[in-house]
Every structure is written in C-alpha cells, then in structure tokens.
C-alpha cells in the first residue's frame, strides 16, 4: 500500500483496482494514445527524410524524385504510421467509454483489460516497429553509398522500387499528418468532454 496520503483505493473503483493489478503497460489509455499519435506523426518525417537525401545517393538509386517513387520501405512505414493513428483512436474511444459509464460488469473488466492490451500491443508493437524501421531504412541514404553498399552486401535494399504496392514517402508523410494529428485532436476532445 502506498504512503501517499492522496491514493485511497476505496475511492477507486472495480475496474480500476483490476486494470492496475492485470494491465500489461501500466499507463492510462489517454497517454497511450497520445503515444500512438506521437508514433504516426512520426510517420510524417518520410518524404522530409528521402527529399534531403545527399545528390550522389539520389543520383545512384532513383530515376525520379525520391519524394514520388514507389518504395517498398515506404509501405512499413506507412503499415507502422496506419497502426498506429488506428490504436491511437481505438484507446481513446475506449477512454471515452468508460469515462461516460457505466462501470463495466465482473465479465466486461477482462473483455475492456484484452482491448486495451490489444490495442497498446498494436500501437507500441506494430507501429513503433513499421515507423522506426521505415524511417530508418529511408534515412540510410543519409549515411552515404558506401553504407548503401555495405546494406546491400547484407541483403538489405532500402530504396527498392515497387510497381505493385504505390506507396511514396510523399503517401506515408500525408497519411501520418492526418493519423497523427486526429490521434492528438480526440485525445484533447476526450479530455474536454470529461
């Protein structure tokens, strides 16, 4: 039991004892949101990254501007930045939930604990992963040919073009604007209406 003089667990209610006892990441579903759209703004640093690529990485592996090919690298990117604006709104409906009432019942506790996991994993897992390693394969450039080469020799082709999947950096930076920015937007809405 904490010494703090502020944490009551009586003024606690059911719900909250046991999401804080079985919750796999100990935070409120508005911070994780906040994260997941933190993660999908990310997202928007695509065509920033590919746009300020040194003239010799350029020249040697785009035909076309960087900022409109289709990339492979860029369709993780964009998986990562989609996952992670859609957990983002998926916590704070969830928030919004249960802040409107009522209290969920013994049975509805673990459905809510599972969505909230779910969704974090989602988030945290699926997006922090697409969009770290998006930006980084698209941000390889940055380090000159040779480490292009180096990549390669590794089996790793960062500015591999793909004719069948149509996502540009220009795509991933637009959709993690809007993923992004909606994710923060109904974190603040979530807050308002309390």
Do not use: Q
């Not at 802040?99 to 604990?113: K, M």
């Amino acid at each position: 039991m904490s010494d703090d003089p502020r944490f009551d667990p009586t003024e606690r209610s059911e719900y909250e004892l046991t999401r804080s006892a079985n919750v796999i990441v100990p935070m409120p579903p508005l911070r994780k949101a906040r994260i997941c759209g933190a993660l999908a703004l990310l997202g928007s640093l695509a065509a920033p990254v590919v746009a300020t690529l040194p003239a010799a990485v350029r020249e040697a592996n785009f035909a076309g501007p960087p900022v409109t090919t289709s990339l492979g690298v860029a369709a993780v990117a964009l998986a990562g930045t989609v996952a992670a604006g859609l957990a983002g709104l998926g916590l704070v409906a969830l928030h919004r939930r249960l802040a409107r009432g009522p209290e969920p019942t013994d049975d509805a506790v673990w459905s809510f604990l599972a969505m909230e996991d779910a969704l974090t994993g989602v988030g945290f897992v699926t997006g922090g992963l697409g969009v770290g390693v998006g930006l980084a394969l698209l941000a390889s450039g940055h380090w000159g040919v040779e480490a292009l080469a180096g990549l390669r020799r590794s089996g790793v082709e960062p500015y591999l073009s793909v004719s069948t999947v149509p996502v540009t950096p220009r795509l991933v930076t637009g959709v993690g604007l809007v993923a992004g920015l909606a994710v923060l937007a109904a974190t603040v809405v979530a807050v308002d209406r309390e």
